[in-house]
């Protein structure tokens, strides 16, 4: 069963508006996120869609965000049909589905009509009721645009007296794509109504469409490019009937042009332009009319090799640019730079305690992997750092970069070309205007990080020229801009070996006064908990002394994340029950950290069942403050650390947030090289933790 809010029932949230296009799915989107870091298991439901039979996409977007493990049949309720022809029936079959998702759930975030079908006045009316029958404060969402402020505050008022007589109760509202300059004389018009009040600006990117969205719209066809760069947005349309030249003085970033294909000129100017320095970066361009390049000039754009999307329709250019122009973007699955857009918005302009709170949820006594990573996230944000990012030219280092300064969890530097740099990500749909970009080759820092190294390696006879040459290398780069404080940290290892990462910090930050041994921790989320794995990632075989290190620091590392450490020291055998050199290693290295840090709980040699299961502890140390209870765990060595964290991460599921490096004087982390671009803002978000943990 579920844990119960403190009333009793499951803690839920309905999300009402009065009208179409309020920009509904950002909304539910960041109140599931807030939800899903305070809940265990969150889900969704959506009492009424189009059909049954296809997919809702703002359903499909919400599902992939949720924590309870509900399939998207249990998560609808009836179609508009349904209700029109019979509201009442209705209205119990939405209530009975319902309470079947609840039961599964802790928290339910409820996502009303969109008025996409027959839209009337009573629609508000009805999904109040909805809301009344299930148990579930509104969220009252409207839309901004267009509306003066005082115009939104009346709509306000109407809405809360069509709430009101439907007995359903205001819990907030929010008033989405409003003016960007009138978001506080929003929020102060609204401010009379009783109940919090906050305002969200106009973006609009999350309205734009996709060159995938614009490709269905138009009937058409991917003609050359880069497959992958059809989840660009398309932020402009522009119709290329002018000369060449003209077209490229109109150029913006993100436009789509649409031009006939047997216009050469053009088709040539704007390839050229999207590759050339100086100029912006296009989404894509739209060949009419069932044109093609005369074959001479498809023959040269081939061997361009363009990756800029080139689309062909049959559509005439009246057509193809109104059709451009009607598409309307979707914030969907897949479209994660809305997503992140969406999540921000929410994050910076609603005070997501105070809803929680009027929400009355229950103090969970679980921590999920979502809601370990929210935490990261969170904690990062509260006290931004700078973090170095080596390896600009790497998309997935990219993609990362634009969600981190999207959601403002850390301040950037990227190393690399600049303009090839910028160029990709404006290709990829990133936006890396607030990041810093840095060439080794051309750096201000050269001189001063070649002497720097030159002073510290003078004892391996470094010369201050091949110092310089030395600095070239980007890992050597990054690690002495946080030696010299110039960055707080760094990521690296997407595309290079963890020598290539770790080595420079031996060289350069060296380790911390009390601590002699480099290691590395996993941050292991299983369902119901975080643990601490050690050392699964540096020391192959570690000494006694190395295994006490790794303890200590393990445990050090494990208190900055917030799991209270208790240390199991690992081994084949528990207690007294086993001989031999492997156990007395354990044995030896466990007194060591007694001797060294009485503060901290530590039970060795263990057995892996013995520390994780209370049942098997109490028979084999029934009077240890650790067994049956551990949450660090340090591996004798490195063969069993690794072989046992990627075990429990596919067998059971868990998330795996690491290697964490620990015991360097400044913090420096590894990517493996396989990692997925939600792995690199987790470590992101850890390096900025670390650093803020060194500060103090």
Excluded at 145 to 151: D, G, K, Q, S
Excluded at 177 to 187: F, G, M, N, Q, Y
Excluded at 497 to 502: D, K, L, N, R, S
Aim: hydrophobic share 45%; glycine share 8%; proline share 5%.
């Amino acid at each position: 069963m579920p844990a119960a809010s403190v009333n009793g029932t499951v803690s839920s949230v309905y999300i009402a508006s009065p009208e179409g296009d309020t920009g509904k799915s950002t909304i539910a989107l960041g109140v599931l996120q807030m939800l899903c870091a305070s809940a265990a298991r969150v889900g969704v439901f959506r009492p009424i869609a189009r059909s049954t039979e296809e997919p809702d996409y703002i359903l499909e977007l919400l599902l992939e965000h949720t924590t309870a493990d509900l399939s998207y049949e249990q998560c609808v309720g009836v179609t508009y049909e349904r209700v029109h022809t019979d509201p009442e029936g209705a209205l119990s079959d939405i209530v009975a589905k319902y309470h079947d998702v609840a039961h599964e759930c802790d928290a339910v975030v409820i996502v009303g009509s969109d008025y996409t079908d027959v839209g009337s006045p009573s629609e508000l009316g009805y999904n109040a009721r909805i809301a009344v029958n299930l148990g579930a404060p509104v969220l009252l969402a409207l839309r901004g645009a267009r509306r003066t402020p005082n115009e939104i505050a009346q709509l306000a008022q109407l809405c809360a007296g069509e709430l009101s007589a439907h007995h359903a109760h205001l819990l907030a509202i929010v008033a989405n794509r409003c003016e960007p300059d009138d978001l506080e004389k929003v929020t102060a018009a609204l401010g009379d109504m009783s109940v919090p009040a906050w305002s969200l600006p106009e973006i609009p990117l999350l309205v734009a469409p996709t060159m995938m969205e614009l490709l269905e719209a138009v009937d058409g066809s991917l003609y050359s490019g880069d497959a992958e760069l059809l989840h660009r947005e398309g932020l402009s349309v522009m119709v290329g009937g002018m000369t060449a030249e003209h077209i490229l003085e109109r150029l913006t970033d993100g436009v789509v042009v649409i031009a006939p294909g047997d216009r050469s000129d053009v088709l040539l100017a704007l390839v050229n332009a999207h590759e050339a320095e100086g100029f912006p970066s296009l989404a894509g361009i739209i060949m009419n009319g069932g044109l093609k390049p005369h074959n001479a000039i498809a023959d040269l754009m081939a061997g361009l090799k363009p990756r800029l999307p080139i689309l062909a329709t049959k559509l005439g250019t009246f057509d193809t640019a109104s059709a451009a122009a009607q598409t309307r973007g979707r914030v969907a699955v897949g479209s994660q730079r809305k997503v992140d857009t969406a999540l921000s918005l929410m994050e910076q302009r609603v005070d997501g305690s105070e809803l929680l709170g009027r929400l009355k949820l229950a103090i969970p006594s679980v921590v999920t992997p979502q809601m370990f990573e929210y935490q990261l996230i969170d904690r990062a944000r509260a006290e931004r750092k700078h973090i170095v990012l080596p390896e600009g030219d790497d998309d997935r280092i990219l993609r990362a970069a634009g969600r981190l300064l999207q959601r403002r969890v850390a301040d950037l530097t990227l190393l690399g070309d600049e303009a090839k740099i910028r160029r990709r990500a404006a290709e990829l749909g990133v936006d890396l205007s607030a990041a810093q970009v840095l060439d080794p080759r051309e750096s201000e820092h050269a001189d001063k990080f070649a002497e720097e190294y030159a002073r510290l390696r003078k004892h391996k006879g470094m010369t201050v020229e091949r110092a310089r040459e030395t600095m070239l290398d980007i890992s050597y780069f990054g690690t002495m801009m946080v030696h010299l404080g110039i960055a707080d940290g760094m990521v690296s290892g997407a595309a290079h070996t963890t020598a290539h990462t770790i080595r420079p910090s031996f060289e350069i930050i060296k380790t911390k006064p009390d601590v002699s041994t480099v290691s590395s921790i996993f941050l292991m989320c299983l369902a119901d908990r975080v643990l601490a794995y050690g050392d699964c990632a540096v020391v192959p075989d570690p000494t006694a002394e190395q295994l006490a290190d790794i303890a200590i620091s393990s445990a050090e590392t494990a208190a900055q994340f917030g799991v209270e450490p208790r240390i199991a020291m690992l081994s084949y055998s528990t207690g007294d029950s086993g001989s031999g050199a492997d156990v007395d290693k354990v044995r030896t290295a466990t007194a060591l950290v007694r001797e060294r840090r009485s503060d901290l709980l530590v039970e060795g040699p263990i057995q892996y069942d013995a520390a994780v299961e209370q049942s098997v502890a109490d028979k084999k140390m029934p009077d240890s403050e650790v067994a049956g209870k551990a949450t660090v765990f340090v591996f004798p060595d490195l063969n069993t650390g690794n072989n046992t964290y990627k075990a429990v991460q596919r067998s059971a599921g868990a998330v795996a947030v690491g290697p964490v490096l620990q015991g360097l004087n400044k913090p420096v982390n590894d990517l493996s090289r396989g990692a997925l671009v939600q792995d690199i803002v987790n470590t992101v978000a850890i390096t900025a933790i670390q650093a803020q943990g060194e500060e103090k």
